[in-house]
């Protein structure tokens, strides 16, 4: 038996051993992307909304979003998100999480304790306002759009502080996020697109390493904020590691080797009297990515394997994914769309279908009947198909 597949077996089966957390037909599956909702939005196209193949959404206030922003939010702007919410009846999509981005500005600074002081504000008005339409949890974004919060190199004060103490300073401003989330929302469901199986692939490294490859990458300061996190949730609080890397996974094998990361590897780059407190609150998760999938990607989307497919054949891709990330998880799964609108029926072919048919499966306990890779394989070697 090739080593190959001996290597599958043995990940299937310690994965199954505990993957099971929900049944799997309990396992859930969200909806996010450019197209995220404001209430208003949501008042007036929830039954329809909710008509497509989800457990929940990911939405966001009208009136902003950004827990790090520096400056306090004006609670009064929320008003009519509130007003709104607290009318919205949901049905079918229970398993709603409002978006929080720790997305700061150029003037950031990790020790200024004002600027702090006003992300904590944030962070408690938005899940206030959220909690009004009885969200299930909080999705913290912690992407950098504007200034690289999570790389050492472009901190202010990089030159007058070591990157040891950089680390000590996010870990404690985790610490505070999470304590100021759960003031109000006690034992919050937390989904973070990224945790620290990010940096999975130095797990093996001695410490010393570890550090200085860290130091030297855009996200190294990121996994010590959500350590810091961690430390500072209350024994009924959860997460959900999101594993935006399985947005371009092409074998079911990948799904398996990160549900492992996700669950072991991880444990040994955590500081040891909080790897039992890991084990037990924080899940596993995957990702969907449908541009990546259908041939949506800008630019160049020519470079992208699903351009060299058929229709047909991107959304078999699509099914295999959906089928295997419900698989592997948890209990969640997030399905992030750039260039199409779920809400205003703009869907590529088959998409739906895809979804609806790997749900299907996974809820009656079925095997999902085919494998991608030999798909892959031969698309790869496909000319670059003529643009339309």
């Known amino acids: 038996m090739p080593i190959k597949t001996l290597c599958l077996i043995a990940l299937t089966v310690a994965a199954s051993a505990v993957l099971a957390q929900v049944p799997l037909a309990q396992k859930k599956l969200i909806e996010y992307g450019w197209d995220v909702p404001t209430p208003a939005q949501m008042r007036d196209m929830l039954p329809d909304m909710e008509k497509r193949p989800f457990d929940g959404l990911i939405f966001r206030l ?13 609670p009064k702007l929320f008003a ?22 720790g997305s700061p500005h150029a003037e950031w600074d990790w020790f200024d304790d004002t600027q702090w002081k006003a992300v904590e504000q944030n962070a408690r008005l938005l899940v206030k306002v959220g909690m009004v339409a009885r969200i ?85 300061l990121m996994p ?41 590897r991880v444990l040994q780059m955590l500081p040891a009297r909080l790897r039992q407190k890991y084990t037990r609150q924080v899940q596993a998760g995957n990702a969907l990515y449908v541009d990546q999938n259908f041939a949506l990607r800008q630019p160049n989307t020519d470079q992208y394997l699903s351009f060299r497919m058929t229709p047909e054949e991107r959304a078999r891709w699509f099914e295999h994914n959906t ?47 085919f494998e991608i890779e030999p798909l892959v394989a031969e698309a790869g070697k496909r000319p670059i198909p003529a643009r339309q």
Request: with cysteine; net charge neutral.
């Open 224 to 264: 010590d904020f959500l350590i810091g996190m961690l430390e500072g949730a209350s024994a009924k609080a959860r997460f959900i590691d999101g594993n935006e890397m399985a947005y371009y996974y092409t074998s079911r094998e990948q799904y398996f080797r990160a549900y492992h990361t996700m669950r072991q």
């Open 136 to 220: 299930k949890g909080i999705c913290f974004d912690p992407e950098p759009y504007d200034f690289e919060l999570w790389n050492y190199a472009k901190q202010p004060r990089a030159k007058e502080r070591s990157f040891a103490q950089y680390r000590t300073q996010v870990r404690l401003r985790g610490k505070q996020l999470m304590r100021a989330f759960e003031k109000e929302m006690p034992g919050a469901l937390v989904l973070t697109f990224f945790h620290v199986s990010l940096i999975g692939h130095l797990a093996d490294l001695p410490e010393d390493r570890r550090e200085a490859e860290l130091q030297k990458g855009g996200w190294g």
């Open 323 to 369: 089928y295997w990330a419900l698989y592997t998880s948890d209990e969640y799964v997030w399905c992030y769309s750039e260039r199409m609108n779920w809400w205003k029926n703009q869907t590529p072919p088959g998409l739906e279908e895809a979804i609806v048919n790997a749900r299907r499966k996974i809820h009656e306990g079925q095997p999902l009947g």
């Open 80 to 101: 009519e998100d509130e007003r709104i919410l607290r009318e919205l009846k949901f049905g079918k999509f229970t398993h709603n999480f409002v978006l929080i981005w």
């Open 62 to 74: 009208d009136k902003g979003f950004n827990a790090f922003e520096t400056k306090p939010l004006d």
